[in-house]
């Protein structure tokens, strides 16, 4: 059973030196609750995907205190500004571009050049930002393919055998939103599109941007792309990737995986030297961004990664970054 706090401020002060320290705080915010991470410790935000139980990356909503803490990971257009001055803070979430020096896990990106934003209304999700001082990587507090609590206990049972990663859940009552953020995306000289219906409703968004909002499927439809959710989370490399390598050739980049990499590849990443396939994640999407920088187009192969725990998602991934072009 995981611990839950209630509301105290020396239960504030625990959750925010659990979070500076990279474990898993669950807390309250006005749409559901959810399971936070130090957005910029990739071990911490790979244990999001660890505790959830999923089989894939999905790019996360990170949590800010506000507009100028927004945007200091991401570049703010005119109707970003918009919205954020109208809804923020609320169930709303912003999909802009990662700026240059964005200090954020590019996991919670799953590795696109983009980052989901937002800035919760509720005291206690505020309290805590200003506590632990960083912004938090937090998708809903449940199990994967479960309903998202709006209740501590929810969170409680939901996430029960993932008590050795999450140091509590603090206890900010019923959720009052009770369904999630609606997720709004801004792409850089594209039209704002709904990429997922929620706490907030279309016509009001519509009403301030003064402009109708553009479905995600057509969006992804227009991309070739068949399922929605699909294009959000690929992150294809230029160079090719040959996979389950067990060998390498000297013109090839090697990302390897474990104590004892293949030899004589032109430039060699390790995933985890120690085999721990948390730590693989955690590294995953940096390592593909550098092993594609340094092969310049040449093949990169990647070692067999096991495909327990973690290592089902990373090998999702990794297939989907191998995958012919179209
Ligand atoms: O209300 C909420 O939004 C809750 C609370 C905890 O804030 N959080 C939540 O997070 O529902 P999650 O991870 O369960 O949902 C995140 C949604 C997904 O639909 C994901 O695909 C989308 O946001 N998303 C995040 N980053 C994205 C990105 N860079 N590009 C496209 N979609 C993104
Ligand atoms: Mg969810």
């Given amino acids: 059973m995981l611990q839950i706090w209630e509301p105290a401020e020396n239960h504030l002060k625990e959750a925010a030196r659990a979070l500076k ?43 800010v205190k506000d507009r100028v803490a927004a945007e200091e990971h991401a570049l703010f257009d005119a109707r970003a500004k918009k919205l ?26 799953a590795g696109l050049p983009t980052v989901a934003l937002r800035v919760p209304a509720h005291p206690l999700a505020q309290k805590l930002l200003a506590e632990a001082d960083c912004p938090i990587a937090a998708p809903s507090a449940n199990r994967s393919g479960k309903l998202s609590p709006t209740l501590a206990s929810h969170v409680a049972a939901s996430l029960a055998d993932a008590s050795a990663l999450v140091a509590g859940v603090l206890d900010g009552g019923p ?32 009403k301030v941007l003064g402009e109708k909002l553009a479905e ?22 230029n160079a ?9 050739t000297e013109a090839e980049t090697l990302i390897a995986f474990g104590p004892t990499p293949l030899e004589g590849a032109a430039h060699t990443f390790n995933l985890s030297e120690s085999g721990d396939l948390t730590e693989a994640a955690a590294n995953l999407f940096r390592l593909l961004q550098e092993a594609d920088e340094a092969a ?16 089902e998602a990373i090998n999702d991934r990794l297939r989907r970054a191998a995958a012919p072009r179209g």
């Fill in 175 to 206: 959720c009052t939103v009770g369904l999630e953020s609606t997720v709004i995306g801004l792409p850089e000289g594209g039209p704002a599109t709904l990429l997922r219906p929620g706490g907030i409703a279309r016509a009001d968004i519509e």
């Fill in 216 to 237: 995600a499927e057509a969006a992804e439809g227009k991309a070739g792309r068949s399922s929605p959710g699909q294009l959000a989370s690929h992150y294809a490399p």
């Fill in 240 to 248: 090719p990737l040959r996979l389950n390598a067990q060998d390498v």
């Fill in 84 to 109: 954020a001055d109208a809804f923020w803070p609320g169930a709303l979430t912003l999909v802009l571009p990662r700026r240059n020096d964005c200090k954020l896990s590019l996991l919670v990106s």
């Fill in 21 to 63: 320290a990279g474990r898993l705080v669950a807390l309250p915010t006005e749409t559901v609750y959810g399971l936070g991470a130090d957005a910029t410790n990739d071990g911490a935000v790979a244990r999001i995907f660890e505790a959830k139980g999923r089989p894939h990356f999905n790019p996360l909503i990170v949590h």
């Fill in 296 to 311: 310049k187009g040449a093949p990169i192969a990647v070692m067999p990664i096991p495909g327990e725990g973690l290592g």
